[in-house]
């Protein structure tokens, strides 16, 4: 049986080691990663916000800009500038919603649709890279962690 590392992980801890702290391990990961998709991202002219954005209405169109905001983990109003800046660049346009009016949601343009391929075009590789040595089930059982380490602060 493993040794219980959560302990080490506790900041309150006199215990605690960095090296066990989950959040630690997860943004040395996200930033890791953050800056190799970045310079990718870049080359076909967008950023990380964007291709959050893309990513999530790639999903499912139309979306209020609320639920988008709450599924890229951006304030609503950094994600309003997002949008914002998307619309000017022709990527995303806005409409207001069947059900309600006062609801604003965003939906891709064509030009949104190819730079969303073209994103994944460049960043599919650095995931490759990513999950290299990872088993179906060690993939399965990471997300599943992660999924309720972020349900947890629900």
């Given at each position: 049986m493993p040794e219980d590392?959560?302990?080490y992980g506790d900041p309150g801890s006199a215990a605690f080691r960095v090296e066990a702290y989950p959040?630690?391990?997860?943004?040395?990961?996200?930033?890791?990663?953050?800056?190799?998709?970045?310079?990718?991202?870049?080359?076909?002219?967008?950023?990380?916000?964007?291709?959050?954005?893309?990513?999530?209405l790639g999903e499912a169109q139309p979306l209020p800009i609320g639920q988008v905001s709450k599924m890229a983990v951006i304030n609503i109003s950094t994600m309003m500038?997002?949008?914002?800046r998307m619309v000017k660049a022709r990527l995303i346009e806005t409409q207001a919603s069947e059900q309600d009016a006062r609801v604003t949601e965003v939906l891709l343009t064509d030009l949104g649709r190819e730079k969303l391929a073209a994103a994944r075009g460049v960043t599919s590789p650095v995931y490759k890279r990513l999950i290299k040595g990872l088993s179906a089930s060690e993939f399965s059982r990471l997300l599943g962690l992660l999924g309720k380490l972020y349900g947890n602060l629900e």
């Open positions: 590392l959560r302990p959040f630690f391990q997860l943004n040395r990961a996200a930033s890791r990663y953050n800056m190799v998709i970045e310079a990718e991202l870049r080359a076909i002219g967008i950023d990380i916000p964007t291709w959050r954005v893309l990513m999530i500038r997002i949008v914002e």
